[in-house]
């Protein structure tokens, strides 16, 4: 089936460490996306991507590292400078053809400090 | 960017059609609203979306007014599992990014 998988479904930080989110799409979309979402709030967007090798900073980017390198992965790295990572982590992908191609999720990363 | 206005909470007799409200007074000509849902702990799951024209699919109608100042979303007959947050959205075309707020919780009682 087609769709968005997201890896691993829970993760655990040390302090000072670096993790990294994995995001895969069979869909042959354009442009991913990742979300951050904290208990009972909407999704914010940290970083996104519209080709290989391009992405964009969100509105909440820091402390944060992401890459394109191939069109249907888009890893998310929480590094040791985001201070509050724990939350839970959405990525999302989307068809450039046409100007109102919805979204599709994934089904989340929640990452925890130990 | 656009911003969108629902209320915190509704509830909806199993069976009965559930109508979710939302407000975007400052939307631009060319600025589509999307619905979506989430379940506790799932990604947000796409129903409908539209430009200024009604919409219905198999989930969903989505009714938009014709200042397109407001729309609302009619799940037709709700049954328990449509018990979920919902998020209207308008969205930022250039880029494609959704702005989300903070959602209707539905709840569908028996």
């Known amino acids: 089936d087609g769709g968005i998988t997201q890896s691993p479904k829970y993760l655990f930080r040390k302090e000072g460490q670096n993790v990294t989110l994995s995001c895969e799409q069979n869909?042959?979309?354009?442009?991913m996306y990742w979300y951050r979402q904290d208990p009972g709030q909407g999704l914010r967007l940290i970083y996104y991507?519209?080709?290989?090798?391009?992405?964009q900073k969100g509105d909440i980017a820091e402390g944060y590292s992401v890459s394109r390198e191939k069109k249907e992965s888009f890893p998310l790295t929480v590094t040791s400078a985001q201070k509050n990572p724990t939350a839970f982590y959405l990525c999302?992908?989307?068809?450039?053809?046409?100007?109102?191609?919805?979204?599709?999720f994934g089904d989340g990363t929640r990452l925890s400090i130990l | 960017d656009a911003k969108t206005t629902q209320p915190t909470s509704m509830d909806c007799a199993e069976g009965r059609a559930a109508n979710l409200p939302c407000n975007h007074s400052?939307?631009?000509?060319?600025?589509?609203v999307y619905w979506y849902r989430q379940i506790h702990s799932q990604g947000p799951q796409y129903i409908i979306h539209?430009?200024?024209n009604n919409e219905t699919n198999e989930m969903a109608s989505l009714i938009i007014t014709e200042d397109r100042k407001s729309s609302t979303l009619i799940l037709p007959h709700a049954t328990l599992r449509d018990t979920a947050v919902y998020y209207c959205?308008?969205?930022?075309?250039?880029?494609?990014?959704?702005?989300f707020g903070q959602g209707t919780e539905l709840s569908v009682k028996p």
């Open positions: 539209g430009l200024k």
């Open positions: 991507s519209q080709i290989v090798n391009d992405f």
């Open positions: 869909l042959n979309h354009d442009a």
């Open positions: 999302a992908s989307m068809s450039l053809t046409g100007e109102d191609q919805p979204q599709h």
């Open positions: 400052t939307i631009s000509g060319n600025e589509y």
């Open positions: 959205i308008v969205r930022v075309t250039s880029a494609g990014k959704l702005i």
